[in-house]
């Protein structure tokens, strides 16, 4: 298709920024909060970069009005967060924490003083470690009922202010690093079984969260975001090709088709079959699958990389392989499913120094992607460039690496707006800086610099970066000036 000029997002666009619980709040035992499986994960030698935790991540449990003045400052039409399931319930379920429900209901109301849209994550996978010492966290269908149950909590307390509910944050992350790779909690290991169990049960309890939102008269916006990296085939070898579409069901359609659809895709679902892998799904689950697709609003999409598929012989790369958490460029390795893919470099982008693809035209292609497909709204709920940054002597950041990467990526958002995708809110990651799981706090993504490093002790002080003042701008003329 020809190449467009975008003149117009459209009106009442979502200008947004995102963020959450874990990675920014700190206060982790204040105020009756209990313990949460990431909690304890992190006080395992070696499982993050530099042994570093979100005990006081960005203190933002006490500054979070400094925080969203700055959004307000800026101009933010919405601010993205979620809620830390363990200030609510402490053990997971019983009992209420009044102190919980306040500080978030405080957050809501901050960003409704300014006329921000408050976008509320209701999982962002900080899970109640009493849920998993009572009944293994989500390796049990116990955990449907007390996820709905916390979710309804939230619609209860909140339902009346906040209109846009996001479900769960990138399912495919959290369960794969946790039942696959081992490098989130619980640290399971290539236990595919396992891993495709897990997924169900979190579907099911999305569902029956959706279908809840909708019993209690909810009106406003629900549904999932899923870290979605799209694939292009290494060539027309027509063994690539298939490798690409594997690819794409297995690990892009598999989470968004339940979505959206309420089933799984067929192939991929007989290739789990034969490997012994299928997950256990009763015609009362695919019922209430369905149903919940029918209520959906729009699908959420992380984006920060597309990837190259190849064919991967019987002996070649697996999924288990050294990822970069260092920042050294050139430190991960090509990894694949031996027999169906490997996801080599390509050729044709750059790469973040965390060895990421920089590919705007893929946004572009998830938007297209989604419209054909599913004929949905979309929200960027995350998109951004994670980079070294460095504060200079006069307290200025100027990181124009992270400007280009976000009009880039804007700019294909607007062509694929003009090419009729329906998209309701970008945000951006992150708004502060703030810690990144496995990366640390030295891995920054954040408009707004926080004086902190992986060690405990400074400021923690807040700094505009240049990107600040070029999403003000962006905001005010709606991205005439991209
Ligand atoms: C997404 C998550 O995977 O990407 C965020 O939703 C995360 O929580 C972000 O921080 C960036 O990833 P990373 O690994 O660079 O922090």
Redesign the pocket.
């Known amino acids: 298709m020809e190449e467009m000029k975008v003149t117009k997002f459209p009106e009442g666009f979502l200008w947004g920024s995102a963020s ?1 619980a874990y ?1 920014i709040e700190g206060g982790w035992r204040e105020d009756g909060k209990g313990i949460t499986n990431w909690d304890q994960f992190v006080r395992i030698p070696g499982k993050t970069y530099k042994a570093t935790t979100g005990d006081v991540a960005v203190d933002h449990y006490h500054r979070y009005k400094e925080d969203i003045a700055l959004m307000a400052e800026m101009g933010l039409k919405t601010y993205r967060f979620s809620v830390s399931w363990a200030r609510i319930y402490p053990e997971g379920r019983g009992e209420v924490n009044p102190k919980g429900i306040e500080f978030y209901e405080n957050i809501i109301d901050e960003c409704l003083k300014y006329g921000i849209e408050p976008m509320v994550t209701i999982y ?2 900080d899970l109640p470690q009493a849920l998993v010492d009572l009944y293994g966290g989500w390796e049990s269908e116990e955990i449907i009922e007390d996820y709905v149950n916390y979710a309804k909590t939230l619609f209860k307390a909140y339902g009346s202010k906040v209109k846009y509910w996001i479900t769960f ?2 399912q495919n ?1 959290f369960t794969s690093l946790g039942w696959l790779t081992a490098q989130h909690p619980p640290g399971k290991f290539d236990d595919q079984k396992t891993f495709y169990q897990v997924n169900h049960h979190v579907f099911m309890a999305h569902a029956k969260a959706v279908l809840a939102y909708r019993e209690m008269g909810g009106t406003g916006k629900i549904g999932a975001s899923f ?1 979605y990296t799209p694939s292009y085939a290494l060539d027309c070898k027509p063994e690539n090709v298939m490798s690409k579409h594997d690819y794409d069901e297995l690990k892009n359609f598999w989470w968004m088709d339940v979505y959206a659809y309420g089933r799984y895709p067929k192939a991929a679902m007989n290739y789990l079959r034969k490997k012994g892998f299928a997950p256990v799904v009763t015609k009362d689950d695919q019922k209430i699958l369905k149903a919940a697709a029918a209520e959906i609003d729009f699908m959420g999409v ?1 984006y ?1 990389q597309s990837c190259v598929c190849e064919y991967n012989p019987m002996d070649g790369v697996t999924p288990y392989g050294t990822m970069n958490t260092t920042g050294v460029k050139g430190s991960a390795q090509v990894l694949g499913v031996p027999g169906i893919y490997k996801n080599p470099a390509n050729p044709y982008l750059m790469t973040t120094d ?1 060895d990421w693809s920089i590919d705007p035209v893929g946004l572009r292609y998830c938007c297209r992607e989604i419209t054909s497909r599913y004929d949905l709204p979309i929200i960027i709920s ?1 998109n951004g460039l ?1 980079a070294f940054d460095k504060k200079t002597e006069d307290n200025k950041i100027h990181d124009e690496y992270r400007i280009d990467y976000l009009r880039e990526h804007l700019k294909e958002l607007g062509k694929a707006i003009e090419e009729g995708c329906e998209v309701l809110a970008y945000c951006t ?1 992150s708004f502060t800086d703030l810690l ?4 640390g706090y030295q ?1 920054r ?1 954040g408009f707004v610099y926080v004086d902190r490093e992986e060690e405990e002790g400074a400021t923690l002080d807040r700094y505009k970066k240049d990107s600040f003042y070029w999403y003000q701008d962006v905001i005010k003329q709606d991205g005439e000036n991209l």
């Open positions: 959450a990675q962002h996978w944050n990138e992350i870290a992380n920060y965390w995350e994670g990651w990144s799981w496995l990366n891995k993504y």
